[in-house]
C-alpha cells in the first residue's frame, strides 16, 4: 500500500470515529430511554402528570388511582412545563427525573397496591393497585 492510500484510509477512519459513523452522537442529540416493552399478554395504560401538578396534590397524577392486571405496563406521561418523578413509596420503582414532554414506564410483575409520589414534589402522590 502506498503512502497516499494509507493517509487517506487513516483520515477516513479518523472522520468516521469522529462523527460517529454517521449517526448522530448520543452526547450532542440525545434520544429518548428505551421503554421495556409489556410482557406477553400484558397491556399498557398511562398516567398523566398535567401542568402545574405540584399544587395539585392527590389530583397531580392523572388518573390518581389506576388499576391494572399483573403483567401491565404503566406509562407516566410528563405534560408539565418542570420536571417530576414517579417514585414508588417502598421498593417498586423509581423513575428519576422526568422532564417535561418526556416519559416512564414500568411493569407491575406482582400483585398488590402500590403508592406513591414525586420525590422532588412530595405532595404530588398516586397509586397503582395490580390484580
Known sequence: MDIARVIFASTFLLSTIACGGGESSPLLSPSPM?????PSGGTSSSVTIPVGA??????AFNPGELTVAVGDTVTWVNTDTVSHTSTSNAAGWESGT??????????????????Y???????????????
Do not use: D, K, W, Y
Not at 428505551?34 to 409489556?38: F, I, L, N, R
Not at 420525590?119 to 390484580?131: D, E, L, N, Q
Open 34 to 38: 428505551p421503554q421495556p416493552a409489556p
Open 54 to 59: 405540584e399544587a395539585l396534590g392527590n389530583r
Open 98 to 115: 422526568i422532564a417535561p414532554g418526556r416519559q416512564f414506564s414500568f411493569t407491575f410483575a406482582t400483585a398488590g397496591s402500590f403508592p
Open 117 to 131: 409520589r414525586c420525590r422532588i414534589h412530595p405532595g404530588m402522590v398516586g397509586t397503582v393497585v395490580a390484580r
